[in-house]
């Protein structure tokens, strides 16, 4: 259920960070995703370390020390060091064994699965992220659901993707997408001579910012949507979320925070409770 904009507690903590110098950077590496990735997935993972540490104490009033960060999508773990320099004990998951290795590092620990239905059982871990990778699987919102599932009570989950129709929808086929994905991809290959990496209707989907807002309304009582935020814009573009038509081509990345209650407390706490 969506209930606030920020945390329990007021603007969130994360705010102070979303400043248009990070917007600039962050947006501005996105150029080399292809070309050096190490570069771009590097800046991503300190700004996703932030943004967790800073919600995970927003709602818990605790760092991440001690606690296990599982990644859905994690590809070949870019993201360990940060996190283990938190303190967290960092799991990335990965359904493509050529992704876990495609950088030649290795991460302890790491597990090969599928996001819409992740190896684990539930209540298993402090946080559950995923960072640019809904719009690569064929149903999105399964996968967030599974998120919700292997969190604890208490626990928080970040769900973060690249919106369609922004300006990075299409990842390397755009800005062609705007004509159709299938358009862009074939398009691509003529060009280049190759089919791309993310290939529409296979590797990569449409997936709208309408589509994460209706989630976050429809989300059980017993789970609580901190926040819903255009992950790359600063604190004072985030109305833009608002906004029907507009928000599909300006939020580029749109990032979902949510956690859950104890469902026996959430009963013994209903009204309605015997």
């Given amino acids: 259920m969506l209930r606030a904009e920020g945390t329990h507690s007021g603007r969130p903590r994360f705010a102070r960070r979303a400043t248009l110098r990070r917007s600039l950077r962050l947006l501005g590496s996105f150029r080399f995703e292809q070309t050096d990735p190490g570069l771009f997935y590097g800046g991503v993972a300190t ?7 800073d ?29 283990e320099r938190a303190g967290a004990r960092y ?26 239905a992740l190896p684990f059982r539930d209540n298993a871990v402090d946080v559950c992220i995923s960072s640019n990778v809904a719009e690569h699987v ?7 659901e599974e998120m919700l599932r292997v969190i604890k009570p208490g626990g928080l989950m970040v769900f973060s993707y690249t919106v369609w129709f922004g300006p990075f929808g299409g990842h390397e086929t755009g800005p062609w997408h705007y004509l ?11 060009k280049q001579g190759r089919e791309p ?42 109305w833009v979320v608002h906004v029907p038509a507009v928000r599909e081509l300006l939020v580029s990345n749109l990032v979902v925070i949510a956690t859950k209650q104890d469902s026996a407390l959430q009963s013994a706490a209903s009204p309605d409770s015997p």
């Fill in 197 to 238: 990496k993310n290939r529409f209707g296979t590797s990569l989907f449409a997936v709208s910012a309408a589509e994460g807002l209706r989630w976050a309304r429809q989300t059980p009582d017993d789970v609580q949507v901190l926040a819903v935020f255009p992950r790359y814009h600063p604190r004072w573009a985030w």
């Fill in 91 to 116: 799991l990335p998951v990965e359904p493509d064994p050529s992704e876990m290795h495609a950088a030649g590092l290795r991460v302890a620990g790491a597990v090969r699965g599928s996001g819409m």
């Fill in 138 to 144: 064929p149903q999105p919102w399964v996968m967030a």
């Fill in 47 to 53: 700004d996703t370390a932030d943004l967790v540490a």
């Fill in 180 to 190: 159709g994905g299938e358009f862009a991809a074939r398009r691509y290959r003529r």
């Fill in 55 to 83: 919600f995970y104490r927003d709602l818990t009033g605790r760092s991440l020390r001690g606690t296990i960060v599982l990644d859905v999508g994690g590809g070949p773990g870019y993201f360990a060091d940060e996190f």
